[in-house]
């Protein structure tokens, strides 16, 4: 990869900053749990499985960071640092998924000293970045042979290298078509309000010279039916036990299209982007963010004073959409309930 997401520098977390991006390429240092928690809230990094990673090294970095304090300050420390890296954002469960991981080694490494505890947390957290790569590597390979010579993949938001440690997911099956030889093409949209695809997707593709088109978000559907998109691929943030998907605010808009025009509609995840805890997508809680965002960007405000604004940043996409979800383990085509489960034995 030719940048890095999330990186260690001089003992701080460094993210790179998504809210800029790309018109500023630039780091935020967090040397606190509770400055990366402030940074996944104000979306300095985002994405899922990315906000899971730097999560598990928040943990890591605060333990560090209380070495050499008294055992009982650091448990007390080290619980308001779970708290507030649960509470940055609701929706996707790998951030609740990598704290349960940090939790069970903290749990696990009982009453051992505050240094010895803060060292396999730091390995644990690691061991997480490492992992989320992997399976990135191996969704990929197995997405990529979903994709024909010269196919012309749709996508949404940004579900690439910079919303994981590395790779990406939809983007990742890309990239994996792509060094198999493929010709592959990305066609993604702006992704209101975050602008996350013209921003982000856009600026990553192009960092790794794969073609890119950026279009509005209300294209996809004229473009679907002009023949132009052969294959949906978007990522997750959240997959309930029976299949349905949460994903970013305009996926489910996507998916009854791409079911209208006879196009494949895939959801590439991890497994820890699995909530088998939650029978359904109505389950899932749908963060709504601020209504600036709506109302305009980086500070420039086009809507009129005091309008009413809705902000629901994800919604659900039916499991019955869903082409095949594609995971580490494999591709998995109509996934239900069964399938899910089977999946995660
Ligand atoms: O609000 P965001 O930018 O965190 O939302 C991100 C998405 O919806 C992604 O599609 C999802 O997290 C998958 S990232 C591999």
Redesign the pocket.
């Known amino acids: 990869m030719s940048f890095e997401t999330l990186r260690w520098r001089a003992g701080r977390l460094e993210l790179l900053d998504q809210r800029w991006l790309p018109a500023r390429v630039e780091f935020v240092a967090c040397a606190t749990a509770r400055e990366v928690a402030d940074a996944i809230r104000a979306?300095v990094i985002?994405?899922?499985?990315?906000?899971g990673c730097a999560a598990a090294c928040g943990i890591a970095l605060e333990a560090t960071r209380l070495r050499d304090a008294p055992p009982a300050v650091f448990h007390s420390r080290m619980e308001q640092a779970f708290e507030a890296l649960a509470a940055a954002?609701p929706t996707?469960v790998n951030l609740f998924w990598s704290l349960g991981r940090m939790r069970d080694t903290l749990k696990a490494a009982g009453q051992a000293q505050p240094a010895d505890v803060a060292a396999q947390l730091l390995e644990e957290a690691q061991r997480i970045v490492a992992a989320d790569i992997a399976a990135n590597r191996a969704l990929g390979a197995h997405g990529a042979a979903l994709l024909a010579d010269r196919a012309r993949v749709f996508t949404?938001?940004?579900?690439?290298a910079l919303?994981?440690a590395g790779h990406?997911?939809?983007l990742g099956v890309v990239r994996s078509a792509v060094a198999a030889g493929k010709r592959v093409s990305v066609i993604v949209d702006e992704t209101r309000p975050?602008l996350?695809g013209a921003r982000l997707t856009a600026w990553e593709l192009q960092q790794d010279g794969i073609p890119v088109t950026l279009v509005t978000d209300g294209m996809c559907g004229h473009l679907m039916s002009r023949g132009e998109i052969d294959a949906v691929i978007?990522?997750?943030?959240r997959i309930a036990a029976n299949g349905d998907v949460a994903?970013?605010i305009g996926t489910y808009m996507i998916a009854v299209l791409a079911r209208r025009h006879g196009i494949p509609f895939y959801v590439a995840?991890p497994l820890s982007t699995i909530d088998a805890a939650l029978d359904n997508g109505g389950a899932i809680p749908i963060e709504e963010r601020g209504a600036s965002e709506v109302r305009g960007h980086a500070g420039l405000e086009w809507a009129p004073a005091g309008v009413a604004v809705r902000n629901p940043?994800?919604d659900i996409t039916p499991a019955e959409l869903v082409t095949a979800l594609v995971t580490e383990k494999g591709v998995v085509r109509a996934p239900d309930r069964g399938k899910i489960a089977a999946l995660l034995m």
């Open positions: 979306m985002r994405g899922a499985p990315a906000i954002r996707a949404h938001c940004n579900a690439g919303a994981t990406g997911t939809a975050f996350q978007v990522g997750a943030d994903n970013k995840a940043v994800f």
